[in-house]
């Protein structure tokens, strides 16, 4: 089984800064990760897939990077809306199963 | 736009079955692939079972004796059954569809439904 270890656990920025997150896989997964952004109350939303590509409607200070085992999410400069939960994901064939990171919280500084 | 829909009992009595349904409004069902998650109060995300556009069916090791996902394409509707339930079964329960024409590997879902809570409780 894959497991996902996210860093930090809470990061504490203010708007208009860089935030980098991170996402650590226990084996290799190519670049099947995805990252998902959930607001209180909220459903989990779609923000990369493929390690790197934007889903639809995401604006673009919202990168990803990585392959194999280490990954990033990036947003370049934080808007208030930005502060949020924010969780890696993978599905491997072996075992056939998904898996989510424990999430990282953003906060506003 | 395509929308999810979950609905069943809030309240689910120990031992008991829970059973929810996500219904898909908006789009087609198939050839699409759907998945289960939950999330308990406060705490992460945890997948629960996934339906391919071929028709497998994976489960999470740690459910798997007690879960069952089910379909019926002709009304657009995913099924999930959850047997002998405890209160570590409470939760926000979620239907969500797969993003990539893929069997589960590499999968993100694009699409989710507003969740439904469930309390395991007597």
């Known amino acids: 089984e894959i497991v996902l270890t996210q860093s930090p656990g809470t990061l504490s920025l203010s708007p208009g800064e860089r935030a980098t997150l991170s996402c650590r896989a226990s084996?290799?997964?190519?670049?099947?990760l995805a990252w998902y952004q959930q607001k209180p109350g909220q459903a989990p939303s779609l923000l990369i897939y493929?390690?790197?590509n934007r889903a639809t409607g995401i604006p673009a200070r919202f990168s990803g990077s990585g392959s194999g085992t280490d990954f990033t999410l990036t947003i370049s400069s934080l808007e208030p809306e930005d502060f949020a939960i924010y969780y890696c994901q993978h599905c491997s064939n072996w075992p056939p199963m998904c898996s989510f990171g424990q999430g990282t919280k953003l906060e506003i500084k | 736009q395509v929308q999810l829909q979950e609905s069943g009992p809030g309240l689910v009595k120990p031992s008991e079955t829970l059973s929810l349904t996500c219904t898909v409004s908006?789009?087609?069902?198939?050839?699409?692939?759907w998945s289960w998650f939950r999330q308990p109060p406060g705490k992460g995300l945890q997948w629960i079972g996934y339906?391919?556009?071929?028709?497998?069916?994976d489960y999470n090791p740690s459910l798997k004796s007690r879960v069952t996902i089910s379909v019926d394409t002709s009304k657009n509707q995913l099924f999930l059954r959850l047997s002998s339930v405890s209160a570590a079964d409470t939760a926000v329960y979620y239907c969500a569809r797969g993003a990539i024409f893929t069997l589960i590997r590499g999968n993100a879902f694009d699409i989710w439904g507003q969740g439904t809570m469930v309390t395991v409780s007597s």
């Open positions: 908006g789009g087609p069902f198939t050839p699409f692939s």
């Open positions: 339906l391919s556009y071929s028709g497998s069916i």
């Open positions: 084996q290799s997964v190519s670049t099947y």
């Open positions: 493929d390690a790197s």
